[in-house]
């Protein structure tokens, strides 16, 4: 299986800053990526699609990039309401398999 | 709007059966994929198990082949998953999705239901 290292696992921001967290898969992936945002004790929020393609009604300070091995999704200008975990996931191929998370705290 | 709505969970004693449901509204139901998602306590996502728009095909984690089923029934719109013999580790939040379809991703998540696995 294809495997998928997140990183950094944990990401300390202050409000107005530019943030960006890594995913690398272990196979070319093409840009079969997605990624997510999650609050404790909520369903995770479908961010962006095919690596970089923002989903409908997400901010546009959210965005994504890469393609084969490695992606980033970057928020820009972080805002209050951004501080979460994030998650990458890859649907290139059965079984599908996400990135361990990265937890976005307020510095 | 679309609505995926989780139910079946609850506390459980290691080694008996569960079945998970998600009732969908709001969609076109045989137009998308669904999926299983869980999230053990403090812990990320794991994927579970697909199946697809017919219902015929289906994929699984390794983790849970051969223990998990995931079936759906398009004239109830509903998405289930048996687990049998279940385990500690099964403990987790389930949820359902449905597919992005064409795109790719999971577009709409359930609220997700509870299943605890304890003696």
């Known amino acids: 299986d294809t495997q998928m290292t997140q990183s950094p696992s944990t990401l300390s921001a202050s409000v107005g800053d530019r943030v960006t967290i890594t995913c690398r898969t272990s196979?070319?992936?093409?840009?079969?990526l997605a990624w997510y945002q999650q609050k404790p004790g909520k369903a995770p929020k479908f961010l962006i699609y095919k690596a970089s393609t923002l989903q409908s009604g997400v901010p546009s300070r959210f965005s994504g990039s890469g393609s084969g091995t490695e992606f980033t999704l970057t928020i820009s200008n972080v805002q209050p309401d951004d501080f979460a975990t994030y998650y990458c996931h890859r649907y290139n191929r059965y079984p599908y398999s996400f990135g361990q998370g990265t937890k976005l705290e307020i510095k | 709007q679309v609505n995926l709505v989780e139910s079946g969970g609850g506390v459980v004693q290691p080694g008996t059966s569960l079945r998970l449901s998600c009732a969908a509204s709001g969609l076109t139901f045989t137009s998308h994929a669904m999926h299983w998602v869980r999230q053990a306590p403090g812990k990320g996502l794991e994927w579970v198990a697909v199946v697809l728009k017919d219902g015929t095909n289906k994929f699984y984690a390794d983790s849970v082949k051969g223990r998990l089923t995931i079936s759906r029934d398009n004239s109830k719109n509903t998405l289930y998953l048996q687990i049998d013999s279940l385990r500690i580790d099964d403990t987790a939040v389930y949820y359902c999705?449905?597919?992005?379809?064409?795109?790719?991703?999971?577009?709409?998540w359930g609220q997700g239901t509870l299943v605890t696995v304890s003696s």
């Open positions: 999705a449905r597919d992005n379809t064409g795109d790719g991703g999971f577009d709409y």
């Open positions: 196979q070319d992936i093409d840009i079969w």
